[in-house]
């Protein structure tokens, strides 16, 4: 096959180009109607109240964090399974992440061991729909009522994915969404705090915009602590455009994923991608599992192997309570958290964007049976 084949590849057309050149012929380049526009249209979508716009999925991260006031040495429960900025979001403000183990078919956190880390210091729980597949909220909202903890939603790659017929975005007391490049719509970079809370929005947004007062606020009076993580308009104008797509996007996507499935189905070897039957999936990923016969090292060889055929493969997650920092600040070492090490340890995640062709996926998957013969 000629060319690379990419993990992952945004995709923007001509209307959306002329969207964002349609900015930069007005005066309002930043903190203008776009963005007030897409906020209003991804808190509609989403179903919750507020949603404020920010520079990237790590900054609205922050931002909650931020809001709920934790103090140094407080805890916050989540999972090792992750972008890394599910984690570090919580080290920004002293407090400590605690991760707790995932389950194995969903790949999130396992709620059935999350009660038994739950001490005096923890204030918060964080869990993350992994691969776009819901986490188990309902489960999660009774253990946050019963212990009187925060929880917050990570939904940075799963916008369109639904639980129980709610949309993810929506869970907890806020919410966060990313539009880097590889996700279901992209600004670039990009990302949303979503909260029912009109405080949490209020502390967000002023926070964002260098701790200005929310409303009618002095341009160059700041009330409090604040950053600067402002989304600009032409960033806001791709996100409206694209957000009108979502649809589209959303069934080309499963249109694909499903055409993986069913060339994928007979191979001894790998597991596809588990849907639990309470989730309407927005595949953001492809990823596939090596069954537990294969190890880590096989896992590599594929990933080199399918690389030097021009195909780009990645192997996410690596754990995080694994990654150098942590194992330096935290001590954290191999065996703590073994269903996420063994399923890390076997994962491939596959070429997945909208127009990926179906001859492309062919040769994907004659690749990959080749690394079996
Ligand atoms: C689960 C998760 N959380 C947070 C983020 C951070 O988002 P951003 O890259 O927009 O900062 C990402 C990555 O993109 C992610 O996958």
Redo the contacts with the bound molecule.
């Keep these: 096959m000629k060319g690379k084949i990419p993990l992952a590849r945004p995709d923007i057309t001509d209307l959306e180009r002329k969207k964002v050149l349609g900015v930069l012929k007005t005066p309002y380049l930043s903190l203008g109607p776009k963005l007030k526009e897409f906020e209003e249209k991804i808190a509609k979508y989403i179903g919750v109240k507020y949603a404020i716009g920010v520079n ?3 900054s609205a ?1 922050h931002l909650i964090i931020r809001a709920l006031g934790f103090k140094e040495g407080d805890e916050v429960i989540t999972t090792p399974f ?2 890394i ?2 984690a570090n979001c919580i080290l920004y403000e002293k407090a400590r992440p605690v991760f707790v183990d995932i389950d194995e078919k969903t790949l999130n956190i396992d709620v059935e061991k999350i009660e038994g880390k739950i001490n005096k210091k923890t204030k918060a729980i964080l869990a ?1 729909d ?1 691969f776009s597949h819901p986490a188990d909220w309902d489960r999660l909202e009774k253990i946050a009522k019963k212990h009187n903890l925060f929880l917050i939603e ?1 939904s ?2 799963a916008l369109g994915s639904e639980y129980r017929g709610r949309k993810c975005g929506s869970f907890g007391d806020a919410a966060i969404l ?3 490049p590889n996700k279901q719509i992209t600004t670039g ?1 990009g ?1 949303m705090v979503l909260t029912n809370n009109k405080r949490m929005a209020d502390l967000c947004q002023s926070m964002a915009n260098q701790g200005r007062k929310e409303e009618n606020g002095k341009w160059l009076e700041h009330i409090r602590l604040g950053y600067n993580y402002r989304l600009a308009e032409m960033n806001c104008a791709l996100g409206i455009s694209q957000l009108e797509r979502l649809n589209e996007i959303i069934k080309k996507r499963e249109k694909i994923a499903k055409v993986y499935n069913k060339k994928l189905k007979n191979f001894s070897e790998i597991k596809i991608p588990y849907i639990a039957p309470d989730v309407k999936l927005s595949w953001f990923v492809y990823v596939i599992r090596l069954v537990k016969r294969f190890s880590q090292k096989k896992r590599n060889k594929i990933i080199q192997e399918m690389k030097r055929r021009g195909i780009q493969c990645s192997n996410y997650f690596q754990p995080i309570h694994l990654q150098p920092f942590y194992q330096k600040v935290f001590g954290y070492k191999m065996g703590d958290f073994p269903v996420c090490e063994s399923v890390s340890q076997r994962t491939i995640a596959l070429p997945f964007f909208n127009n990926l062709r179906e001859k492309e996926i062919d040769f994907i998957v004659k690749s990959l049976n080749k690394c079996f013969l």
């Design positions: 990237s999925g790590t991260l992750s972008f900025s599910s993350v992994v990570d940075a790659e990313s539009f880097y970079e990302g």
